[in-house]
């Protein structure tokens, strides 16, 4: 049994925050390079303040009435970047705009955030590779409502962690049987490959909730997971952590449950 201070789901994803962006209307969306100076200057500014690791900067740049992504309040959501910052001794955020549109007053913007750095948990060191693809919205050169359109984010640690090939649907219907694998490309040999699949809720409460993760030993090669949906829309965190004698690999992915 290994214990984190934080699921490990949830401490992988506190990355993606600052690229969960909101849904809008039905406006023909614009290519990044006809973007008016106000968009621009805003999403620069994010970026600057977070590779600044600048926390009263950043949040000076949402709204008071901010809509946080998956329930998380303005509070909640500055308080999680300040931990996920002070977990990391470097940290990079690029910020890439790919396309835009005005929903009356609001200024919507889809952009992919890419985010690396490395921190340390008992001596070992791993290297963190985030993707978010999102959208925002903005008033007044401010955020002022986010969600997540998808994630992927990794972990890894040691000399040769496993090469894996993870699959899983970026979203299902409500009831639905969905699969999970997360395939090892290098023979195991005689080699111990212990590893778990987890599925979190991803909400506030969830992140704050520290778990420990009961590891299996593998003798397949990898993790081969059937689940069903929620009977409902929902929005989950699906990991797989996979420790061999050479190295640590984590992998989360955001699972949506839409109608």
């Known amino acids: 049994m290994i214990g984190f201070k934080k699921s490990v789901v949830s401490v992988a994803c506190a990355s993606a925050l600052l690229g969960s962006l909101s849904l809008s209307g039905s406006a023909q969306a614009e ?21 600044a690791q600048n926390i009263e900067q950043l949040m000076a740049l949402y709204g008071s009435d901010f809509i946080g992504p998956d329930d998380f309040t303005r509070d ?22 790919l396309s835009w549109e005005t929903n009356g007053d609001i200024l919507v913007a889809e952009t992919l955030t890419t985010i690396t750095g490395t921190q ?12 978010v693809e999102s959208r925002q919205n903005y008033a007044g050169g401010q955020v002022v409502a986010q969600t997540i359109l998808s994630e992927q984010t990794q972990l890894m640690s ?6 894996v090939d993870v699959r899983l649907a970026e979203t299902v219907a409500p009831g639905e049987a969905f699969s999970f694998d997360a395939i090892v490309a290098e023979p195991l040999g005689d080699r111990l490959l212990l590893g ?9 409460e969830d992140f704050l909730t520290p778990r420990p993760l009961n590891l299996e030993a593998l003798s397949a090669g990898g993790l081969f997971k059937i689940g069903t949906a929620s009977d409902k829309p929902d929005q989950r965190w699906v990991s797989a952590v996979l420790i061999s004698d050479d190295g640590i690999f984590i992998d989360t992915r955001r699972l949506s449950v839409e109608e």
Do not use: C
């Open 31 to 51: 290519t990044a390079e006809t973007a008016p100076a106000e968009l621009t200057s805003a999403i620069a500014a994010i970026e600057a303040a977070a590779n």
């Open 76 to 97: 909640q959501y500055q308080t999680t970047l300040s931990e996920f910052w002070a977990q990391y001794s470097t940290l990079a955020y690029d910020v890439e705009l």
């Open 120 to 131: 340390s948990i008992d001596g070992r060191d791993l290297a963190l590779t985030s993707t």
């Open 158 to 163: 040691g000399t040769m962690p496993p090469t």
């Open 196 to 204: 778990v699949a987890v599925n979190e809720g991803v909400t506030a």
